[in-house]
């Protein structure tokens, strides 16, 4: 493939044949306007540098087709479907779609997650929650559930499960805390209850990421500058005091999806320089 994904990540080695073979839904893989990677575009690039043929979703149809047409253009396979994943129909409808464009579904990496609309104890209301509950829960379960249909024939698949090290960590947020221990535990279920069909679930916690997310969406409601912003969230990071990247989410989900974890189910990765094992 036409693309030096060693040095376009930082991380030196090619990724080029991993996923040969295989074809991937990415649901939330576009990413917000910003000067670096999603953790999703990331994963979306990765597989599809990687030899899958890859489906891109997205809320925004224009986002998911900036992505694929990444992938096209290195050389790849990758078309775009607009889906909001809070309406099960959405769901179906995507699942179905991918299960005809791509002819099978081997991985499904759920990306979807907003940290918006959240609040304290006190100050959570219950539009707020409920918004939160449909994005970051109720969107990923019912694509899982749609999926499974498509998977359980295939007697394989990769589910990727995007949750955060705020699930097992304090975070002032009610909405996205719980959300993210929501799907820590709902991934763990799901790894059990479909381990005799020979699909494997696993939930990626990113920590501290210099992702578009992460950094306009704080910037919108802080009274501080970009660059103290990221050294202020660099300082809290044991590894190297430096946030992670977009890529080290999409090459931790690359490893999940590929066979090389074949005997991987069931378990919770924090992508965080080690932030979690301050708690243990
Ligand atoms: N960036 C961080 O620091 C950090 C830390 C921990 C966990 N996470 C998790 O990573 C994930 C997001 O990472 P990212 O950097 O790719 O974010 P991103 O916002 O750039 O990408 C998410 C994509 O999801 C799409 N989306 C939003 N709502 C949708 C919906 N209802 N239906 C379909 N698509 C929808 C958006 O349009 C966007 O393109 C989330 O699950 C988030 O909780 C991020």
Redesign the pocket.
């Known amino acids: 493939m036409g693309i030096d994904s060693g040095s376009r990540t930082g991380v030196g080695t090619s990724v080029e044949g991993r996923l040969a073979g295989k074809t991937a839904l990415v ?6 306007p ?1 000067e670096t990677v ?5 994963a979306a690039l990765l597989f599809g540098w990687a030899g899958a043929n890859v489906m891109v ?4 149809l224009d ?2 087709e900036e992505t694929a047409a990444e992938i096209v253009a290195a050389g790849g396979e990758a078309v775009a479907h607009q ?4 309406a099960e129909a ?1 769901c179906e409808a995507m699942i179905a779609s991918a299960a005809d464009r791509l002819g099978r579904i081997d991985v499904l990496h759920n ?5 918006t609309h959240d609040g304290s104890p006190t100050r959570i209301t219950e539009e707020g929650l409920d918004i939160i509950l ?3 829960l109720k ?1 990923l379960v019912f694509t899982c559930k749609h999926a499974i249909g498509v998977m359980r024939p295939q007697g394989s698949g990769s589910i990727i499960n ?5 699930a097992v960590s304090p975070f002032p947020g009610v909405g ?1 805390k719980t959300t ?1 221990a929501a799907v820590n535990g709902y991934t763990q279920s799901l790894a059990i209850r479909l381990a005799r069909d020979g699909i494997r679930a696993n939930v990626i ?10 950094i306009e969406a704080n910037l919108q409601y802080r009274d501080i500058s970009r660059q103290e912003l990221v050294e202020e969230r660099d300082r809290q990071v044991p590894l190297g005091r430096r ?1 992670g990247t ?1 890529w080290d ?1 999409g090459y931790a989900a690359l490893f999940l999806a590929s066979d090389e974890a074949r005997f991987i189910t069931g378990v919770a990765l924090p992508v965080d320089g080690g932030s979690s094992a301050r708690i243990g």
């Not at 979703?57 to 925004?60: E, G, K, S, W, Y």
């Not at 990306?111 to 940290?115: A, K, M, Q, S």
């Not at 916690?205 to 992460?214: F, I, K, V």
């Open positions: 649901v939330g893989g576009g990413q917000h910003g999603g953790n999703g575009k990331a979703a997205d809320a925004h986002r998911a889906c909001d994943i809070t959405e990306n979807v997650g907003i940290g449909d994005v970051n969107g995007i949750s955060s090290v705020a996205y993210k916690m990113p920590g501290l990421m210099n992702t578009p997310m992460a946030m977009g989410v």
